[in-house]
């Protein structure tokens, strides 16, 4: 990992292989301008604001261009990175989008010095943030090819007045940078692996791994345990592999929590579309099918590395969506932990079915909000693009909150609708849902889908459906029968459906984000993104100061 530092010490005087200086571009009829300049001699700036437009210099976001820097700096070379358009000082995500640029460009240097505006803790948490999260590469599986793919930036130098007028504000931001970049970084590893490697009972070992020193329980369910607890749609859509299904639960609870977040991820570590096939080439990228559970590990791992006081538990539904003789077939039907039934129209939508059964757990647990992260549907693309998320909710609040903490953290998502007129294609003739509905809108006949199986709050305490069951301790439905079991708790009492509102819960589909087949742009590299993990772990911040 690219180590962060941060100094006071006047930009040209950072003893460094190269420093970064920023670059607004120009406006129509003008030129572009050097931007945070500030520490270097007036010499340099003059000359070297005269000469941006002779070098070639534009300012487009993206762009970085190395020159000489020249005995009047202590570096060796001077990077001109692009800040693209800007009015006055550069907005924190451009600034992240900058610093990343310039961090990915840089590959194989030792040490960067940035000295783009960092003078308050926003643009200081978005330039440190930006710079570690463009240090970034993935390397695994390069032998003959390793020199081709350099090593990230060894060492970042922020320069920033805070680290003298506010040191210990200005020291936790970057520990806070550090901890988010490890957390994308990991998330983005485990999304390039391939599923050879990666896949349920491999990526459950690495979730124990992942917070063995860290304050934080973990159960794992293997196959029988699914069979045994209900869990008919993580069953169902393991059936068709030799790698059979898990479902890893995470509780991070510290002690006076008040607060409990639930994340659900789904983790398809290979999706082929099983009996529903998908073609040759929509397989190239479902290696990154399992991008939502390896966003909750990582969020939930961050929460607890930055000991927030609030609870947060994550669940990890895990499994290979292969075709073969054992596999669900068209017209079968499961039923979901809780004894909900489900008949399944298109094995290629099975991502809902694993989260049908781990938001049914997570909802047993009674917490405050869940909030599910999914690679969910291919209309998710066609309706917002490649870079651009969608968040669906049964609570407007919750919907907006996690809109406006999404754009403060530089994550690009956007509040959709979960139209009530489009659950009606969810009928099925011979079960309570199909798994399939209304082709147009997809996206969001997926989330109603999902949002079935969204628990309501325990009764208030003494009143009749206060008992609930904890999904780790009872067993209900087999997912073989339709019967609707009841729940029981640890002594075996059986216990009555909450019947209060619903649980605020809020779906995340990150179906194209999550993994960019494009080129790089900013802090974004090829393949893995680990785009969610910056807006779970904002609302868990968030929770924790605040409250739902």
């Keep these: 990992m690219t180590s962060l530092t941060l100094t006071s010490t006047d930009p040209a005087q950072i003893t460094a292989d190269v420093l970064v200086l920023g670059v607004a571009a120009a406006r129509a009829g003008g030129e572009p301008r050097l931007v945070a300049a500030g520490g270097l001699p007036d010499s340099l700036v003059t000359s070297l604001s005269g000469a941006l437009k002779g070098l070639g210099v534009s300012g487009k976001a993206d762009s970085v261009q190395r020159i000489p820097a020249g005995p009047e700096v202590a570096a060796t070379v001077i990077a001109l990175v692009g800040l693209g358009s800007v009015d006055g000082v550069p907005t924190p995500e451009a600034l992240r989008r900058a610093a990343g640029a310039a961090a990915r460009a840089l590959a194989g240097t030792a040490t960067v010095a940035v000295a783009l505006p960092a003078d308050d803790r926003e643009r200081l948490a978005a330039v440190a943030e930006g710079a570690l999260l463009g240090a970034y590469a993935f390397r695994a599986y390069r032998h003959v090819s390793a020199a081709t793919v350099p090593e990230p930036v060894t060492t970042v130098i922020v320069a920033t007045p805070l680290a003298e007028a506010a040191p210990e504000d200005a020291d936790r931001t970057a520990a806070r940078a550090r901890v988010l970049a490890d957390a994308v970084h990991a998330t983005r590893d485990l999304i390039n692996t391939p599923p050879l490697d990666l896949f349920p009972a491999e990526f459950a070992e690495r979730a124990v791994r992942a917070v063995a020193d860290l304050p934080v329980s973990v159960t794992v369910l293997d196959e029988q345990e699914l069979v045994d607890g209900g869990y008919g749609g993580l069953v169902g859509v393991g059936m068709g592999s030799s790698r059979p299904p898990r479902l890893v639960r995470l509780d991070y609870t510290p002690e006076g929590a ?59 539904a895990l499994a290979e969506n292969m075709p073969s003789g054992t596999a669900q077939r068209p017209s079968d039907v499961l039923t979901i932990r809780g004894g909900t039934t489900v008949e399944v129209l298109n094995t290629d939508a099975e991502g809902r079915l694993v989260l049908a059964d781990a938001l049914v757990a997570a909802s047993e647990t009674a917490p405050d909000v869940i909030v599910d992260v999914a690679t969910l549907t291919g209309a998710q693309m ?5 870079r651009v998320s969608a968040i669906m909710s049964n609570d407007d609040a919750l919907r907006e ?43 969001l006949v997926a989330g109603l889908f999902l949002k079935e199986f969204v628990g309501n709050r325990p009764a208030p305490e003494g009143e009749a459906g206060g008992n609930q069951a904890d999904p780790a301790t009872s067993p209900p439905a087999d997912p073989t029968t339709a019967d609707r079991t009841p729940d029981t708790d640890e002594d075996g009492a059986e216990g009555i459906p909450p019947t209060g509102s619903p ?20 802090y974004t590299p090829v393949g893995g993104t680990g785009v969610a993990v910056r807006t779970l772990l904002a609302l868990a911040e968030e929770l924790a100061t605040t409250g739902v």
Excluded: Y
């Design 503 to 522: 649980i605020p819960w809020a779906h995340l589909d990150i179906a194209g984000p999550s993994f960019n087949t494009g080129s790089a742009h900013g």
């Design 401 to 443: 909150r996690l809109h406006r903490l999404a754009d403060a953290c530089g994550e690009q998502f956007w509040p959709m609708p979960l139209p009530a007129e489009l659950r009606a294609s969810l009928d099925s003739p011979v079960a309570d849902l199909a798994n399939m509905g209304d082709r147009f809108g997809g996206m």
């Design 382 to 386: 066609v309706a917002l693009g490649s």
């Design 258 to 316: 008040d607060t409990h977040l639930a994340l659900v991820g789904k983790g398809i570590t290979f999706d082929s579309g099983g009996l529903s096939i998908k073609p040759a080439a929509s397989m190239e990228a479902m290696k990154s099918d399992m991008s939502g559970a390896a966003a909750v590990l990582h969020a939930v791992v961050a929460a607890a590395r930055l000991a927030l006081p609030l609870r947060v538990s994550g669940w990890l």
